[in-house]
């Protein structure tokens, strides 16, 4: 796993200061550098445990790099972290570093504090990473960097689910194809187990249906195994704006701002709006339907432990749920409801946080008119259900709709999630 990390780490810096760029830098002690890229420390952080020095990044890097476990490099569980004791950082203070653009031609000798400042704004040399080659390249001639041929060789990327090198042109079709691999793994694997499971039950019969994973589980294997690619190396993407969109998601920043940065995002690839917009509508509508299906299930827990308290109260939801609806039918028409719909789907899918590569891999994404029909028979679907939603008051009372309701209500509630009352 250490040599999994370091070779993270290489491949998102090429930046990181080694002995050379230190003036005087043979007679710095070791415990100064870092344990995981092998550099000099960078805004270090320790552990509480065995108090071992880490670069703010790499310890990251550590940790989300498939680490469930939540150890340190030296194996203490789970890992703490804690600033670096003031000693250290006064020494690093004292350091004289020469700037990492000296091969372009620049001359300074700056103290630790002065140097990603003068590195990132004051230096008349000042360069900016190439993402296809990794090299760091004056702002002056990027472009000419990017479009002369020879110059900008990109890097193959390395595949993080069967391990192997691939060149950028061909890698998306590739992790495409690792990730349907993937899923028929875990289909066997689960068709296997639960045949043996089968047998071990004394049922001679293999099973036969519902082996497959279902759709969100396939999404959330996928999902699963981009955050994993791009844990390692950037994943290839035709999209503007993905890494404005991600520092953003790093700072944690609020849900308005998310839902700011977001609709900037679909602007700047305004050629795919209709994706986004059925991808993202159809996503939040999805959310909530997690979100009822959780209140359920919590339903579900608090039946087994107070029936009639808990009944109440899916009573109350219930009779307000049902007149609430039946309000919207009668006062609302149908184009303003699927209006709102729209709008709240939309909104609540700009607040998820699934990586931004995944739309890459939608088979809908170089299909313009697909997309357009798809969200044609969604619109449609809609329609379909206010129809048949206003049949229904149409012909049933709002008393007979609320009790009819509420066992279908305590139905799901018993038989698809097992609730237990007075046997318990």
């Known amino acids: 796993m250490a040599s999994d990390a370091l ?27 870092c344990s995981i890229c092998q550099f000099l420390l960078w805004k270090p952080r320790s552990c509480s445990s065995c108090q071992q020095l880490f670069c703010e990044k790499c310890i990251r890097i550590w940790l989300t790099n498939g680490n469930i476990h939540q150890t340190c490099p030296f194996r203490c ?15 690093l203070s004292h350091l004289k570093i020469r700037c990492r653009n000296a091969s372009l031609g620049c001359t300074q000798i700056l ?15 000042l360069t900016q990473k190439c993402t296809e080659c990794h090299q760091f390249v004056l702002i002056s001639k990027f472009t000419e960097h990017q479009q002369t041929v020879g110059l900008c060789i990109p890097h193959p990327i390395k595949c993080t689910i069967c391990q192997n090198d691939i060149s950028k042109v061909d890698f998306r079709d590739h992790f495409n194809i690792c990730c349907q691999r993937r899923i028929e793994q875990l289909n066997t694997i689960r068709l296997f187990t639960r045949n043996m499971q089968r047998l071990f039950n004394n049922q001679p019969q293999p099973i036969v249906h519902n082996d497959a994973l279902s759709f969100l589980e396939q999404v959330a294997i996928n999902i699963q195994l981009i955050e994993q690619q791009t844990r390692t190396s950037r994943f290839p993407s035709s999209l503007k704006g993905i890494d404005r969109v991600e520092r953003a998601r790093e700072q944690n920043c609020s849900h308005l701002y998310h839902i700011l940065i977001m609709l900037e995002f679909f602007i700047l690839n305004w050629s795919k709006l209709p994706f986004f ?31 009639f308290f808990t009944s109440s109260i899916l009573m109350l939801v219930t009779y307000i749920m049902v007149y609430g609806c039946f309000i919207l039918v009668q ?3 149908d184009s303003i409801l699927i209006l709102c719909l729209i709008i709240v789907g939309f909104f609540i899918g700009c607040l998820g946080r699934i990586p931004l590569e995944t739309y890459d891999l939608n088979p809908l994404f170089n299909r313009p008119i697909l997309t357009i029909l798809v969200c044609c028979l969604g619109l449609f679907g809609l329609k379909i259900i206010l129809l ?36 318990d």
Not at 114 to 120: C, G, M, R
């Open 7 to 33: 070779a993270t780490v290489s491949q998102l810096d090429a930046e990181f200061i080694d002995r050379d760029r230190i003036v005087n830098g043979d007679l710095v002690p070791d415990e100064y550098f």
């Open 77 to 91: 569980q789970p890992y703490v972290n804690r600033p670096c004791p003031p000693s250290v950082q006064s020494l």
């Open 111 to 125: 103290s630790y504090d002065q140097l990603e400042s003068h590195e990132n704004t004051e230096c008349q040399y």
């Open 277 to 307: 917009m059925c991808e993202t509508t159809s996503g939040g509508l999805g959310a909530i339907f997690i979100i009822a299906f959780r209140i359920y299930s919590i339903f579900g827990i608090r039946m087994k432990q107070n029936f």
């Open 331 to 333: 006062s609302v028409s």
């Open 388 to 423: 048949f939603t206003r049949w229904y008051y149409s012909f049933v009372s709002i008393y007979w709709s609320m009790n009819l309701i509420l066992l279908f209500n305590f139905y799901l509630i018993f038989r698809i999630f097992g609730a237990r009352t007075f046997a």
